[in-house]
């Protein structure tokens, strides 16, 4: 059996994520018992939610990551060796598995074949993957924009929100996204078909959204919290919908950013629907089949960010809360033999 | 036609309310054209989010008060004279009319006349009229508490908290309930039926709700704001129900409360709704019906907190801000003829 590298968590931050928090080992991938699949990790997602397994405890929906144990998250992999007859040997896989080059899935928990031909295999880890679904959902079952309506979201060139947004435009509504780079706004304008957008560290943002949504907001996608949230809060429009995905701004903050009018939600009678992705996973098949559709009839575009090799997986991650990534950023492993 | 007298807005608050922003002054009832009716007016109500129409501009619901002129709100009279075919001399009616003794409430705009044999006058304005309908709104349209579950009301033994208590109890919930003296927990545990409940002045609201919301909160009927719901957040189950109804917690405070948990609203999955009552009008009349067969059977209690004179309103609503009151406060202007 192979030996593998794998990435572990060293250290639970205190504030900002830092290279320290991990530690790289070497490992043996253990032999098959019946059940079990060896994969080749191909692509492997860092994703906002992880930085909350980084705490003591976890969230309240998942447990946490584990000190001197590796990472996990969502992997695109291949079948090395299988005794499992639902995985053959080639075949492409997706699962929730360590941050390594090489894993075995105990009885082959979690895997799911996809079909590499029907897009780019890294494209399940975002548009086509948890990623793309988080923002269906929270854009279809909460959000609903009608056509006429305008629409805002945040980190609008990320995985969720490049998703959401165009799920929006979709449906016939005004989009307005920010992001933190000019070029970041040329893509959701320019590639997305966002109607406008802006980079927020220039502006104020409670300016920016009143020059920028000067109907108000009906539907906010929230993807930022903190100082982003106080400004939606300010222009939304009576019986507006937020559909609270996240608040990545605040993840590695030790003192949150005081959002100073919440009675906004009373008087402008919001509807505040917190989600979290995975009490939809069942979700997952036909929104793949829709969104590809999306993609091969030039409906919707995707940006990625690709880092190579899992020993740069930290800092891509660090990277990525930071906001320097364009796009999904995934890490790319070793290519599809 | 009758002199009255009216208290004005002498100028706006900046914080708590206090005597000095409220003046007295006499005028003369207008004569009466065709449709109008002049009112003798016999209580009227003052509320928490009166607080926010003395603020420049009101609030988003609603157009505030305005400098030199006559508060309004809710008030029970009776009809003295009539040139609207709608009302008889001798009628009690309900409406939104001046702080003062007497007005004439053009083309009858706004008033509905009342049974004063159904129950007491004031408890239109309390239990039975917009406080109930806010209760009954927020508990049944949004926190839909089921039976087995634990739902917590702030405020409780307030006009709006202790019928949304009440409603809970009556639809099978475990009920918990905060207020702010001992007095007023025996009453909503002794005469309300609450199954427990406590004095946040003498407890950490979060060290509380732990203890008292042991299997967490499934539904919350918010009505303080601040540090109380930052401790709902925490303590609040997967998928809990929020219907937010205020945050009288809030109002007087130059610089809000510092909730630092609002990310609970993504990975608990809360639905956090606002609403105003005044966008459900339309159900008070089957509400009062319904209410009132809860009174008449025993099943839902009433405290109110009566004060007596005009002159005394300004105060009456000042101590109501501070939690003074144990029940509806309802001023006493005049007695039915």
């Given at each position: 059996?192979?030996?593998?590298?794998?990435?572990?968590?060293?250290?639970?931050?205190?504030?900002?994520v830092?290279?320290?928090?991990?530690?790289?080992?070497?490992?043996?991938?253990?032999?098959?018992?019946?059940?079990?699949?060896?994969?080749?990790?191909?692509?492997?997602?860092?994703?906002?939610?992880?930085?909350?397994?980084?705490?003591?405890g976890?969230?309240a929906?998942?447990?946490?990551?584990?000190?001197?144990?590796?990472?996990?998250?969502?992997?695109i992999?291949?079948?090395?060796?299988?005794?499992?007859?639902?995985?053959?040997?080639?075949?492409?896989?997706?699962?929730?598995l360590?941050?390594?080059?090489?894993?075995?899935?105990?009885g082959?928990?979690?895997?799911?074949?996809?079909?590499?031909?029907l897009a780019?295999?890294?494209?399940?880890?975002?548009?086509?993957?948890?990623?793309?679904?988080?923002?269906?959902?929270?854009?279809?079952?909460?959000?609903k924009?009608k056509?006429?309506?305008?629409?805002?979201?945040?980190?609008?060139?990320?995985?969720?929100?490049?998703?959401?947004?165009?799920l929006?435009?979709?449906?016939?509504?005004?989009?307005?996204?920010?992001?933190?780079?000019?070029?970041?706004?040329?893509?959701?304008?320019?590639?997305?078909?966002?109607?406008?957008?802006?980079?927020?560290?220039?502006?104020?943002?409670?300016?920016?959204?009143?020059?920028?949504?000067?109907?108000?907001?009906?539907?906010?996608?929230?993807?930022?919290?903190?100082?982003?949230?106080?400004?939606?809060?300010q222009?939304?429009?009576?019986?507006?919908?937020?559909?609270?995905?996240?608040?990545?701004?605040?993840?590695?903050?030790?003192?949150?950013?005081?959002?100073?009018?919440?009675n906004?939600?009373?008087?402008?009678?919001?509807?505040?629907?917190?989600?979290?992705?995975?009490?939809?996973?069942?979700?997952?098949?036909?929104?793949?089949?829709?969104?590809?559709?999306?993609?091969?009839?030039?409906?919707?575009?995707?940006?990625?960010?690709?880092?190579?090799?899992?020993?740069?997986?930290?800092?891509?991650?660090?990277?990525?809360?930071?906001?320097?990534n364009l796009?999904?950023?995934?890490?790319?492993?070793?290519?599809?033999?």
């Amino acid at each position: 059996m192979p030996t593998t590298r794998q990435i572990v968590l060293n250290s639970r931050p205190q504030g900002w994520v830092t290279p320290e928090n991990f530690a790289m080992r070497e490992a043996d991938t253990p032999e098959l018992a019946p059940g079990d699949v060896l994969v080749r990790h191909l692509y492997m997602s860092v994703d906002p939610y992880m930085r909350g397994l980084m705490n003591e405890g976890g969230v309240a929906y998942a447990a946490g990551f584990r000190i001197g144990e590796p990472l996990f998250g969502r992997v695109i992999g291949q079948v090395a060796q299988s005794r499992n007859e639902k995985f053959r040997e080639g075949d492409c896989v997706y699962g929730m598995l360590d941050w390594a080059e090489w894993s075995v899935a105990k009885g082959g928990e979690s895997l799911r074949v996809v079909d590499p031909h029907l897009a780019p295999l890294s494209y399940y880890l975002g548009t086509l993957g948890f990623p793309g679904l988080t923002a269906y959902v929270g854009m279809t079952l909460i959000g609903k924009p009608k056509e006429g309506e305008t629409v805002y979201v945040s980190a609008a060139s990320g995985a969720v929100g490049q998703v959401a947004g165009q799920l929006a435009r979709i449906a016939g509504a005004r989009v307005v996204g920010s992001a933190g780079t000019d070029e970041k706004v040329r893509f959701i304008v320019g590639e997305c078909g966002f109607h406008d957008g802006f980079n927020y560290r220039l502006f104020s943002i409670a300016e920016a959204l009143r020059l920028y949504c000067g109907d108000g907001i009906d539907v906010n996608f929230e993807n930022v919290g903190g100082a982003n949230l106080e400004a939606v809060l300010q222009v939304a429009n009576d019986f507006a919908r937020f559909a609270m995905c996240g608040m990545i701004s605040q993840y590695n903050l030790t003192e949150t950013y005081h959002v100073r009018n919440l009675n906004e939600i009373v008087s402008k009678r919001l509807h505040v629907q917190g989600f979290v992705v995975r009490d939809h996973a069942h979700l997952i098949e036909p929104f793949i089949e829709e969104t590809a559709d999306h993609i091969a009839r030039g409906r919707m575009s995707v940006a990625e960010d690709i880092v190579t090799g899992l020993e740069n997986a930290p800092q891509a991650f660090i990277g990525m809360l930071q906001g320097d990534n364009l796009g999904k950023r995934v890490v790319h492993i070793a290519d599809r033999s």
